[in-house]
């Protein structure tokens, strides 16, 4: 079965760091471009950035309201791909969910998408 | 950064309807414009990519059209597991942008 699982969200407070895992079963994880999204509470979908594929140089583009704090990577031995998460302040509390892209450039839409791992930033 | 807006925000329909959603981009995306539907407290969905093509394994009841810079995504005979909530999204230029959303509920 085509999987993403994330992990590794919880409870921390303003300031700090969180690391999310996205691990990826059942595909080459190595052929897709791999995409981290948010949801605050009662809100709508907001890209965060994404970690293109090795082959093509891994390339990682960020939103401007993480640039800089936020950092995608990723692990084609293990199919894992992260999203390490620093300065927290208390807007990125939301739901995270990666996703796979063939094109990375999101023209086939995201047909894949984790469950989601949630992030709640104190303050 | 492209805007695009949704209308209407939120829709009361029966099952066995048909429903129109529209998604209206703030400049020129060609037909890069795909469709997600998402139940409460799960994850989103893909329904549909470049405007008018299916993802595998959605029901032909869902269809998309273009026209300029305006987008439709239309539900044939509404279904039970219809009411959720229908995000479009641009996939033209980076940052990939979402309308804001439309809530479909049971009338």
């Known amino acids: 079965e085509v999987q993403l699982v994330e992990s590794g969200g919880g409870l921390v407070q303003a300031g700090r760091s969180l690391k999310l895992s996205c691990t990826a079963s059942?595909?080459?994880?190595?052929?897709?471009?791999i995409s981290w999204f948010r949801q605050a509470p009662g809100k709508g979908l907001e890209w965060v950035g994404f970690?293109?594929?090795?082959?093509?140089?891994?390339?990682?583009k960020y939103a401007a309201s993480v640039k800089g704090r936020f950092t995608i990577s990723r692990d084609d031995s293990k199919s894992i791909a992260y999203l390490q998460v620093s300065t927290l302040k208390t807007e990125d509390t939301a739901v995270y969910y990666c996703t796979r892209d063939p094109s990375g450039t999101y023209a086939y839409g995201m047909d894949v998408w984790g469950q989601g791992t949630t992030v709640i930033v104190s303050s | 950064d492209i805007q695009m807006t949704q209308s209407p925000s939120s829709l009361s329909a029966s099952v066995g309807d048909r429903v129109t959603i529209s998604c209206r981009a703030s400049?020129?995306?060609?037909?890069?414009l795909n469709w997600f539907q998402q139940i409460p407290g799960k994850a989103p969905k893909a329904l549909i990519y470049?405007?008018?093509s299916l993802q595998n394994g959605v029901p032909s009841r869902f269809s998309g059209s273009e026209s300029g810079t305006d987008f439709s995504l239309i539900i044939d005979s509404l279904q039970p597991e219809d009411f959720a909530t229908y995000y479009c999204q641009q996939s033209y230029t980076s940052p990939t942008t979402f309308g804001q959303g439309t809530k479909l509920e049971i009338k």
């Open positions: 970690v293109g594929r090795t082959g093509d140089g891994g390339t990682t």
């Open positions: 059942g595909f080459t994880f190595s052929h897709y471009t």
């Open positions: 470049g405007a008018s």
């Open positions: 400049q020129s995306i060609s037909s890069y």
